[in-house]
Every structure is written in C-alpha cells, then in structure tokens.
Nanobody, 124 residues
Framework: QVQLVESGGGLVQGGDSLKLFCAASGPTFRNLVMAWFRRAPGQEREFVAAIGRSGTIAVYADSVKGRFTISRDNAKNTVYLQMDSLKPEDTAVYYC?????????????????WGQGTQVTVSS
C-alpha cells in the first residue's frame, strides 16, 4: 500500500513561484511512476506532469511546459513540482498520484494511488 501526502500549497500573486512536495510511504518509491494532476473549481481533473522511476524522463501538459518542473528524490521518497511564472489560471487543488506500471501516463484512471490534494491560489 502506498500513501501520498502533498504539501507546499498556498496563496501567491501572479508571476510568483511555489514548490509543491509529495511524500510517499513505503520502501517501493523507486518503483513508482509519479505524477501531478490538478482540479480547478467546476472542472475535470487535469494532467500536469509525470516523471519516470529513475527521474530521467518527464512529460508535461502544454499549459505548464516551460514554467513547471517535476523532479524526484528516491532517497527521500519525495516528488516535487516547482512552479514558476504562476498565472491565475493555475489556481486549483493539486494532487500527487502514483502507479507501479512503468510507462508514463496522462490519464487519471491509470494511477492507483492519490494524495489528498493541496490548494494553490494565484491572484492577479
């Protein structure tokens, strides 16, 4: 069983930066593909970024490419999302997700484990 706990959300102004953290329980973290999704009010859950097990491969949604960076530290069982040049449209609850299947996926239904979410609010 994998448990995920996100932190780092908050209220920032447009153009600011914020870093999200997702801590995973258990000794199997290095076998997990990790991803970030987000859900804005009244909208569907949206893919943000995913990273492979070794951390050398990552994919991003077009809406965040060049502004957000996903990374991981397998020694600390933690995945990060560095968010720069934030925009009001980035406002959402951000979720960390994980799966053991090695291929990266942008589909929420492909992920087996989810955190509780952390709120990010960007003011204009």
């Amino acid at each position: 069983q994998v448990q995920l706990v996100e932190s780092g959300g908050g209220l920032v102004q447009g153009g600011d930066s914020l870093k999200l953290f997702c801590a995973a329980s258990g000794p199997t973290f290095r076998n997990l593909v990790m991803a970030w999704f987000r859900r804005a009010p009244g909208q569907e859950r949206e893919f943000v970024a995913a990273i492979g097990r070794s951390g050398t491969i990552a994919v991003y949604a077009d809406s965040v490419k060049g502004r957000f960076t996903i990374s991981r530290d397998n020694a600390k069982n933690t995945v990060y999302l560095q968010m720069d040049s934030l925009k009001p449209e980035d406002t959402a609850v951000y979720y960390c997700a994980a799966r053991f299947t090695p291929a990266l996926s942008q589909l929420p239904n492909d992920y087996d484990y989810w955190g509780q979410g952390t709120q990010v609010t960007v003011s204009s």
